[in-house]
């Protein structure tokens, strides 16, 4: 907690990236559901946008980085909670994530 109390640049910047990527991502979901794009009665159609927005969270978690990856991690063990292709996806979390950037 200190050490981002002493660098409130640092703790906005964070904030400001991890809300536009989550962002972007929750505006595709609404645009998606708003649009009919994962209509309930045809299962090819919802699956294929499924499919496309579980891979746009993996990345979405890879690129805001370790934290986030391991939310996605525990995201992949509740299957009550999320489409089987997202947990399928956030499945992988759990050993083909790229090396992070320490800097």
Same mark, same amino acid.
């Given at each position: 907690?200190? /050490? +981002? $109390?002493?660098?409130p ?5 964070? +904030?400001?990236t &991890? &809300? ?9 979901? /609404? ?11 045809? !299962?090819?159609?919802r699956?294929?946008t ?7 969270? +993996? ?6 980085? !370790?934290? /986030?990856?391991k939310?996605?991690q525990? $995201?992949?063990s509740?299957?009550?909670?999320? %489409?089987? %292709? /997202? ?8 050993? &083909?994530?790229? %090396? +992070?950037?320490?800097?």
């Amino acid at each position: 907690l200190h /050490y +981002f $109390l002493g660098r409130p640049l640092v703790l906005a910047r964070r +904030f400001v990236t &991890s &809300s536009a990527v989550l962002g972007k991502f929750a505006g595709d979901i /609404y645009i998606d559901a708003k649009t009919g794009r994962r209509p309930e009665d045809d !299962p090819a159609t919802r699956d294929a946008t499924d499919d496309k927005r579980a891979e746009q969270l +993996f990345q979405a978690l890879v690129r805001l980085g !370790p934290t /986030y990856v391991k939310l996605g991690q525990v $995201l992949a063990s509740r299957q009550d909670l999320l %489409p089987a %292709p /997202y947990v399928a996806r956030l499945l992988k979390l759990q050993d &083909s994530v790229p %090396p +992070f950037d320490d800097g």
